[in-house]
C-alpha cells in the first residue's frame, strides 16, 4: 500500500541551527499539506501545495521557515534558525486534489530544539 | 481560541465499553474528519462525511449539520483502539481546523 514518506524521523538541533524535513507524498497525489503539531493539540497547517504552486502559507512563519516542491512531488521543509519553541511534530500529509480527498499523512520528524 | 472543541480530553475506559468521543465546531463546514493518531505521531484518517452516519468496523461517525456537532462511537472498545483521536473540519472558506484530540485509553 502506497504510503507517504518523512525524513528524518527524529532531529535534535540546537537553536540558531538550520534544519531541513523531507517528504514524499503518495505517487498522483496533487496536494501536499505541512503541519506542525505541538504536544497536546492538534496539527496546525504551515504550508498547502497544489502541485508545485503554494495554496496558502498564512500560517507558515516566514521570516524562519522556508518550504519548496520545486517538480510537484516531494517537498522539503527548511527552519533556519531553529528556535526552543520549534520543538513539535512536523507532519505531512498528501491528498489526490485538495481538501474535498481523504487525507494520508505521514509518520512526520519529531524535531527538539536544545 | 479553538473553533474545533472536543471532549472529553482524556478518557479512560475498560475493555468493552462503548466509547463516545464528541466535537462540535462553529460555522459552516463543508466537511469533517475523524483521525486516530497513535503514539509516535502516525495519523490515519477514520472518516470524511458531511451529512448523516458512516459505520465500518466497530467504529461509527455521525454528524447533525443544524447542531453542528459530530460523535465517534466505539463499540466493544479493546486496547488497541488506545490512542488519541482527532476531530477536523473544513469550514465553507476551504480553511480546514484540527481540534485538541481525545486521549483514549482502553483498560484490559
Redesign the interface.
Known amino acids: 500500500e502506497a504510503e507517504v514518506a518523512q525524513s528524518p524521523r527524529y532531529k535534535i538541533t540546537e537553536k540558531s541551527q538550520a534544519v531541513a524535513f523531507w517528504c514524499d507524498p503518495i505517487s498522483g497525489h496533487a496536494t501536499l499539506y505541512w503541519y506542525r503539531?505541538i504536544l497536546?493539540?492538534?496539527?496546525?497547517?504551515l504550508v498547502q501545495f497544489q502541485d508545485e504552486s503554494v495554496v496558502d502559507d498564512s500560517q507558515l512563519p516566514k521570516d524562519r521557515f522556508s518550504a519548496e516542491r520545486l517538480k510537484g512531488v516531494d517537498s522539503t521543509l527548511k527552519i533556519q534558525p531553529a528556535e526552543l519553541g520549534d520543538s513539535a511534530?512536523y507532519?505531512c500529509?498528501s491528498s489526490l486534489a485538495?481538501?474535498?480527498y481523504?487525507?494520508?499523512?505521514?509518520?512526520?520528524t519529531?524535531l527538539t530544539v536544545t | 481560541k479553538?473553533e474545533?472543541e472536543q471532549s472529553p480530553q482524556n478518557l479512560t475506559a475498560q475493555e468493552g465499553e462503548f466509547i463516545t468521543i464528541n466535537c462540535s465546531y462553529s460555522v459552516g463546514i463543508?466537511?469533517l474528519?475523524w483521525?486516530q493518531q497513535h503514539p509516535?505521531?502516525?495519523?490515519?484518517?477514520l472518516f470524511?462525511l458531511s451529512s448523516g452516519k458512516k459505520k465500518h468496523g466497530r467504529l461509527i461517525a455521525t454528524i447533525n449539520i443544524q447542531e453542528k456537532h459530530s460523535s465517534l462511537h466505539i463499540t466493544a472498545s479493546h486496547p488497541r483502539d488506545s490512542a488519541v483521536y482527532?476531530c477536523?473540519v473544513?469550514y465553507n472558506n476551504?480553511d480546514?481546523?484540527?481540534?485538541?484530540?481525545t486521549r483514549l485509553t482502553v483498560k484490559p
Open positions: 503539531q497536546g493539540q492538534g496539527p496546525e497547517l511534530m507532519l500529509a485538495g481538501y474535498s481523504e487525507q494520508y499523512f505521514g509518520p512526520g519529531r | 479553538n474545533v463543508s466537511a474528519h483521525l509516535g505521531g502516525g495519523i490515519v484518517s470524511m482527532i477536523a473544513l476551504n480546514m481546523r484540527f481540534g485538541a484530540g
